[in-house]
RNA sequence: GCACCAGUACCUUAAUCGGUGAAAGGACCGGUCUUAAACACCGGUGAUCCGGGUUCGAGCCCCGGCUGGUGCACCA
């Protein structure tokens, strides 16, 4: 027999070529009318394929080479695509380039290369190795967001957003990062107050810039949550970020200046214990109040304290309280307390109106402060239970309270009434009086989407003397990107200093005009990439409707979990503003979400610095693309992290090398391939264990895969490769050709190379075109089974039963084993327990 | 501090409804093959975090604890 060795770099090329030269992935728009789908998309002889389905991997941002993370996004993703194919789906599978963003233009600034070549650069080695990857991708739909045909589009949708007044340019309080010279929004900033890219610590500095009102939508980012298919903790960051609560808008007024103050609280039943009232040290009217008071200077210097702090300093809630008089009260509205008020720093500008009405009695917060600063402390909520636990800091009053309980305290009106019932009893008072109403807040803040960098997408808007801000018109975007000798960033936009490109003239009235020299948060690009896969290369319009109607939503996206909070919200956002705008007419664009967890070596995260980078073109060079593909899968479950380990990948290579050596044997031996794959009709012995065995795995792998059990499905073809070498020579040849085309057909979607080589040396078939095996019940079922004898629970005895024996039978089985008699004998059977198809247990005594 | 998730062999994982003597791969040890080794093949060692409870029967359910991970945390 000659010999049989399995070589990847030999057979991996062949099979990506074909698909390559057939181009075998691709999908169109238009079901064909051919019964076979599309015409040309990788399925189903004979079968007409009615559903589609889009498959979709985050969009990669191109730096350098792919990482060992891509090879297990695209790992994961590919094996969803290949197996929705083969169950008779059309599948859209595209690819494209997050091509946008600082890192390559540092990069440019260090070396002085354009950003727009080292991102080819980067575009071209990530092609390389996605397709040495052997990945199923439609490359017909390829884009990349820096394209001038794709941002065309990015800006069309921002004037869209502009136009319907989601859009806006404010001055506020933002976040600098001073590192990178630009603003950053609040989701690039960590809970310690860290810019998301570089780590520097972020200022905050009052600017004007562009902002999309997400908040509009905050109520319905949440609600839809309930609607779509995504892990729970993904859904519960969302749920934390946009942060909604309850409660009431109250009106305190400061008479001496005729002011009123809204303040926001989820605790209007506590009305009565507000005993001081705080404002932000950011709250514009800080100033205003102090002025001619004798506190006016230690105002100032407070605020100017507070306004020097880092988030991390300021937001450490262990810090002592601080805060300053501002020699001004205000009225309490329910009972007509003058109350005095406070600038301290523990109160944020950006939540709520930036002003609290401050309730010792009832609040950690406010009452660290009032024991810091003297002021009274007042119950108005009693415990209706004794056994009701005092919050960790409380007093020998038992406060602050923050539970449940009845009204004291309070008004004749409300005192002994369960705090919850009197909470909307005095919101409706409020109401009535005109003092307040019931509200609702959200801790989600507007997306801020200038940055102050060059390489990203122009903001296609004019600065006129005469019209002031007008929006580019359509026919005149795209706004391209100049190029520019200096990208060094000098708090200001590097586009800036291209005078020729930012003096134009205005639309509108012919005057001159100044380009806005801001860029695009990065973050916009991907908000809506997904969209324009469905219609890559129409130059009309940035999708045509019908399109979407084919793909969208995306029925299972595929990332890290990463991305839960900043991309994930973001494309939630631009599909229901796109939607109100009748652009679209869905309202999620991800049906089902899919993270994978990390891949790590050596217990920690991989980085450069800590040397311990796995490279995945070293991997594919020397065990080949099927092996790592595989091995990731199969090193744990993928929404997991993984510790990458080199001899795990040895043993998943030996495995495949078996597989593919002993179908190779037996194509030899079985002759001419046969199209046909199947057992003998009748088998018997090893022959029906191993046919048993082969539709076992068919049901396991069919089931893990519906479950993303990579890792069991894997280990289930194992298993059949095992029984199929241990009976390699007491089956019949049909037989072991059945077992082993079917591992190479369940195998497909993890090792698609080798697997379509095995396939054709069995069959001279192609595995992608054939439909997924089904099981054979009739297989899955044995007639005879070993059946369990305990008693008192203990394994006494196995026996033989068949598959149809009633209870009765059984437990006259089980009591006539010998091992079972010996154990029972002479003492007094109590209890029968029958499992059918698993054991008896006799309960003796 | 709060919430969620996880703890199974030396390692990474499996065990579907509570049902056999806990499975796979790696590692390790031995054997066959080989001049020898690698590969391959055959065989072997070895585990349910701790303490209670429910049950005829618990890795799985309940209570308490320990350890690790993730998220949130001055958001009124």
């Not at 991102?119 to 820096?146: C, K, V």
């Not at 520097?200 to 609607?227: C, K, N, P, S």
Request: charged fraction near 25%.
């Amino acid at each position: 027999m000659a010999e049989h060795r399995y070589d990847p770099h030999e057979i991996e090329p062949r099979w990506q070529s074909v698909w390559a030269s057939e181009r075998t992935w691709e999908v169109s728009n238009e079901r064909g009318a051919d019964g076979r789908g599309d015409g040309r998309g990788g399925f189903a002889r004979g079968g007409s394929q009615t559903q589609s389905a889009y498959v979709l991997e985050m969009l990669p941002y191109p730096s350098g080479e792919p990482h060992i993370g891509h090879l297990k996004t695209y790992s994961v993703g590919d094996a969803i695509a290949h197996f929705r194919r083969r169950l008779g789906s059309r599948v859209l599978h595209p690819m494209g380039y997050d091509a946008f963003g600082l890192p390559a233009e540092n990069h440019a600034i260090r070396t002085g290369v354009h950003p727009r070549v080292s991102t080819a650069e980067s575009i071209a080695s990530f092609q390389r190795q996605f397709r040495s990857w052997g990945i199923s991708i439609d490359w017909s739909r390829e884009l990349a967001t820096h394209e001038p045909s794709y941002y065309r589009w990015t800006q069309w949708i921002f004037l869209e957003l502009f136009r319907a007044g989601l859009a806006y340019r404010k001055e506020a309080a933002v976040k600098w990062c001073p590192k990178d010279q630009t603003v950053l929004a609040n989701e690039q900033v960590d809970a310690e107050g860290h810019c998301e890219r570089c780590g520097a610590v972020v200022e905050v500095r009052q600017l004007e810039q562009w902002f999309l009102r997400i908040t509009d939508y905050a109520e319905r980012l949440l609600g839809d949550l309930d609607v779509i298919e995504w892990p729970e903790h993904v859904k519960t960051m969302q749920r934390n970020w946009i942060g909604r609560s309850e409660g009431a808008e109250v009106t305190f007024r400061c008479e001496e200046l005729g002011v009123d103050y809204p303040v926001f609280t989820t605790r209007p039943d506590t009305l009565f214990g507000a005993t001081f009232f705080v404002m932000a040290p950011e709250h514009p009217d800080v100033m205003r109040l102090s002025r001619g008071t004798p506190n006016e200077q230690a105002v100032h210097d407070y605020v100017n304290h507070a306004l020097n702090e880092t988030n991390e300093e300021r937001g450490n809630a262990e810090k002592p309280k601080t805060g300053v008089p501002l020699g001004r009260t205000v009225t309490n509205p329910v009972n007509g307390e003058q109350i005095p008020m406070y600038v301290a720093d523990y109160v944020l500008m950006e939540y709520g109106t930036g002003a609290i009405m401050a309730v010792p009695g009832h609040d950690e917060r406010d009452y660290a402060f009032a024991r810091a600063f003297q002021l009274p402390i007042r119950r108005v909520i009693a415990p209706s239970d004794s056994q009701a636990t005092p919050e960790p800091e409380a007093d020998e009053d038992g406060l602050p309270y923050g539970g449940d309980g009845v009204l004291v305290n309070s008004h004749p009106d409300f005192d002994g009434i369960g705090n919850r019932e009197a909470l909307g009893a005095i919101v409706a008072w409020l109401d009535r009086e005109g003092k307040g109403h019931a509200s609702v807040n959200y801790r989600l803040r507007d997306w801020l989407v200038s940055r102050q960098r060059y390489w990203g997408c122009p903001i296609p808007i004019l600065y006129c003397e005469r019209c002031g801000m007008v929006p580019v018109p359509d026919e005149q975007l795209p706004v391209e990107l100049p190029d520019i000798d200096d990208y060094t960033p000098k708090g200001r936009s590097p586009l800036a200093a291209a005078e020729e490109w930012v003096n134009t003239r205005c639309p509108s009235c012919g005057g001159s005009a100044r380009r806005e020299t801001d860029t695009m948060d990065t973050f916009v690009d991907s908000s809506w990439y997904f969209l324009r896969y469905c219609d890559a290369s129409n130059e009309r319009a940035a999708w045509d409707p019908a399109a979407l109607r084919e793909w969208m939503p995306v029925d299972q996206y595929i990332g890290g979990v990463e991305h839960a909070i900043l991309h994930l919200m973001y494309a939630r956002f631009f599909t229901k503003a796109l939607a109100d705008l009748g652009h679209l007419d869905f309202q999620e664009p991800f049906q089902a979400l899919f993270t994978q967890g990390m891949v790590t070596k050596d217990g920690s995260k991989m980085s450069k610095s800590k040397g311990n980078v796995v490279s995945p073109a070293a991997i594919v060079e020397r065990v080949g693309a099927d092996t790592a593909r595989c091995y990731i899968l199969f090193v744990g479950p993928p929404d997991q992290d993984a510790d990458w380990s080199d001899e795990g990948v040895d043993g998943v290579h030996r495995f495949l090398s078996r597989l593919w050596r002993l179908a190779a044997e037996t194509a030899e031996r079985a002759g001419a391939p046969v199209a046909e794959l199947a057992g003998p009709a009748a088998a018997e012995g090893d022959d029906l264990d191993l046919m048993r065995k082969t539709h076992w795995a068919i049901d396991k792998v069919s089931g893990d895969l519906r479950r993303f059990a990579f890792n069991t499905a894997i280990a289930a073809v194992m298993e059949l490769l095992n029984d199929c070498s241990r009976l390699r020579d007491s089956v019949g040849v049909d037989t072991l050709r059945f077992a082993l085309g079917t591992a190479a057909s369940l195998l497909f979607p993890f090792a698609p190379h080798v697997c379509s080589d095995i396939y054709e040396l069995l069959t001279g078939e192609r595995v992608w075109e054939q439909p997924w095996p089904e099981a054979d019940e009739a297989l899955l079922e044995r007639e005879v089974y070993e059946l369990v004898c305990q008693v008192n629970g203990k394994v006494r005895d196995r026996v033989q039963a068949s598959a149809d024996a009633v209870p009765e039978t059984l437990k006259d089985l089980c009591r006539a084993a010998p091992n079972v008699r010996a154990h029972v004998d002479g003492r007094e059977i109590v209890k029968e327990i029958v499992v059918p198809g698993k054991l008896v247990n006799l309960v003796v005594r």
